[in-house]
């Protein structure tokens, strides 16, 4: 009994065998993601690290603007994002537009920088304070913020009320709604930011005194309005950005800024320390870099989760090839 059944069952299994073989067409293998579906994702993957990249590079022109001009590490600047996005949604949950709470994010943030400067940096650059003790400063100042904002708004994720699964179609592209408003936003603010660096009197003083402090009080140039402005611009740029990553992400937390800190300060470092243009580059280029490494033509991709380490990876790799940033050393301070 034990010997037939044991026949029966393998001339099952021999007929299902045959079965699939001749279901198959001749000279086709199966494959996991076909070519054309890998191509594919290509330039999605590149819009959604331009997107990305945009976020970064105008949280790191903020950064960039004050360690180029006050020769001060901002370590609370990604809790400025925090805070921005925070304003920009409580203007939201009174029923008023986006259009306002954008607004109201960047005037928010950029007062909560300058005040910042007038009760605590102002002080501490009068008082001559050293690389280390505005180093310490500058973190105690951002444990303060991001717990301060944990007090207030508690640990639950928010959102803004946009529609995330409302997508539009741009050719092989899928483009959600935050997307188109993010690229959108972004590329205004590029535009400003490039106009006033370069065209502005503001702009041209600033860089003038981020070349040579000494020489630029000398000619004139008001320092403490030069010091004010870098604040007002920095804090702006990161209300901003804060939006706009609260409008990506979908749903954020009190710890969003502390996260994107770490990404900012190398969009900052890749593009050329010190230098607002490379930090626009920076971000777009570690942007890119993310999301292309999840692309399954390279060994099937990585998680997405691990986005930020190659993020790190690449950085890595670049200071050891070009330790002076995508720039170079000739680069101007702004």
């Given at each position: 009994?034990?010997?037939?059944y044991?026949?029966?069952l393998d001339g099952?299994?021999?007929?299902?065998?045959?079965?699939?073989?001749a279901?198959?067409p001749?000279g086709r293998?199966?494959?996991?993601?076909?070519?054309?579906?890998?191509?594919?994702?290509?330039p999605?993957l590149?819009v959604?690290?331009?997107?990305?990249?945009?976020v970064?590079?105008i949280?790191?022109?903020g950064v960039s603007?004050?360690y180029?001009?006050l020769?001060l590490?901002?370590f609370?600047?990604?809790?400025y994002?925090?805070f921005?996005a925070?304003?920009?949604?409580?203007?939201?949950a009174l029923?008023?537009?986006?259009v306002?709470a954008?607004?109201?994010?960047?005037?928010?943030?950029a007062?909560?920088?300058?005040?910042?400067?007038?009760?605590?940096?102002?002080?501490v650059?009068?008082?001559?304070?050293g690389?280390?003790s505005?180093f310490i400063?500058?973190?105690g100042l951002?444990?303060v913020?991001?717990?301060?904002?944990?007090l207030?708004?508690?640990?639950?994720s928010?959102?803004?009320p946009?529609?995330q699964?409302?997508?539009?179609r741009l050719g092989?592209?899928?483009v959600?709604?935050?997307?188109?408003?993010?690229?959108?936003l972004s590329i205004?603010?590029?535009?400003?930011?490039g106009?006033?660096l370069?065209?502005?009197?503001?702009?041209r003083?600033?860089?003038?005194?981020?070349?040579n402090p000494?020489l630029?009080?000398?000619?004139?140039v008001?320092?403490?309005?030069?010091v004010l402005a870098?604040w007002?611009?920095a804090?702006?740029?990161?209300?901003?950005?804060?939006e706009?990553?609260?409008?990506?992400?979908?749903a954020?937390?009190?710890?969003m800024?502390?996260n994107l800190l770490?990404?900012i300060?190398?969009?900052?470092?890749?593009?050329?320390?010190?230098?607002?243009?490379g930090a626009?580059?920076?971000g777009?280029a570690l942007?890119?870099?993310m999301?292309l490494?999840?692309w399954s033509v390279?060994?099937g991709?990585?998680p997405a989760?691990y986005?930020y380490v190659?993020?790190?990876?690449a950085?890595?790799?670049?200071?050891?090839?070009r330790?002076?940033g995508?720039?170079g050393?000739r680069?101007r301070?702004?």
């Amino acid at each position: 009994m034990a010997v037939c059944y044991a026949a029966t069952l393998d001339g099952l299994g021999h007929a299902a065998m045959a079965g699939m073989s001749a279901a198959r067409p001749p000279g086709r293998t199966p494959r996991l993601v076909p070519a054309a579906s890998q191509m594919s994702e290509l330039p999605q993957l590149v819009v959604d690290g331009l997107v990305s990249g945009a976020v970064l590079a105008i949280a790191a022109v903020g950064v960039s603007l004050v360690y180029g001009i006050l020769h001060l590490v901002n370590f609370a600047h990604g809790d400025y994002l925090t805070f921005g996005a925070y304003a920009g949604l409580g203007v939201t949950a009174l029923g008023l537009s986006l259009v306002v709470a954008t607004v109201v994010a960047i005037v928010a943030t950029a007062m909560l920088a300058v005040g910042l400067q007038l009760v605590l940096w102002g002080p501490v650059r009068r008082r001559r304070a050293g690389l280390l003790s505005s180093f310490i400063t500058a973190i105690g100042l951002a444990l303060v913020l991001r717990h301060a904002i944990f007090l207030v708004v508690g640990a639950g994720s928010r959102a803004y009320p946009v529609d995330q699964f409302s997508v539009e179609r741009l050719g092989p592209v899928r483009v959600s709604i935050s997307q188109l408003i993010a690229i959108s936003l972004s590329i205004v603010a590029i535009a400003v930011i490039g106009l006033l660096l370069a065209r502005t009197s503001i702009g041209r003083s600033m860089r003038a005194f981020a070349d040579n402090p000494e020489l630029a009080a000398v000619a004139g140039v008001d320092v403490g309005r030069i010091v004010l402005a870098t604040w007002l611009i920095a804090g702006a740029l990161a209300g901003l950005a804060g939006e706009l990553q609260g409008l990506i992400q979908g749903a954020f937390d009190p710890n969003m800024g502390w996260n994107l800190l770490l990404p900012i300060f190398a969009a900052v470092v890749l593009g050329t320390i010190g230098n607002a243009y490379g930090a626009l580059l920076g971000g777009f280029a570690l942007g890119l870099v993310m999301e292309l490494s999840t692309w399954s033509v390279l060994g099937g991709g990585i998680p997405a989760s691990y986005k930020y380490v190659v993020a790190f990876l690449a950085l890595i790799v670049m200071l050891l090839v070009r330790p002076q940033g995508l720039l170079g050393r000739r680069a101007r301070a702004l």
